[in-house]
């Protein structure tokens, strides 16, 4: 499965993303589903190394800081994942499960764009 990640409609260039189960208690317990965006802003998911991801409800959390090589997802939900110092391509809200709104349901036959994303900065 696979989408594009906009920021005011261009595309966000750089970072990481995942899919944690809507209810968190669920999210520790299930393998990660992450996927790295692309220059174009296009991103692909994977779970426990294969494409795609299980049907479900699940709150996205991208990680996109300005600085490239600080493009890593945490290990853990219980690291902090939001430094202060940290500057981020866009709202540092999105790199939190507790502060994300992002959140998408993921379908057997989902529509052409259902996992295409517009954040703010």
């Known amino acids: 499965m696979a989408g594009k990640i906009t920021v005011a409609g261009a595309a966000l260039t750089a970072g990481n993303l995942e899919y944690l189960a809507a209810d968190l208690q669920q999210a520790r317990s299930q393998p990660r589903s992450v996927g790295t965006i692309q220059p174009d802003g296009s991103y692909e998911m994977q779970t426990a190394g294969f494409g795609g991801v299980p049907p479900g409800k699940y709150k996205v959390v991208i990680y996109a800081p ?8 945490p290990r ?4 902090s994942n939001n430094p202060a110092e940290t500057k981020w391509l866009i709202n540092k809200k999105y790199a939190n499960p ?3 709104d992002l959140v998408v349901d993921v379908v057997e036959s989902p529509p052409s764009n259902a996992f295409d994303l517009n954040v703010s900065k």
């Not at 853990?76 to 690291?79: D, G, I, R, T, V």
């Open 66 to 73: 300005a600085e490239p090589s600080e493009i890593t997802l």
């Open 76 to 79: 853990s939900l219980q690291e």
């Open 98 to 100: 507790g502060t994300t």
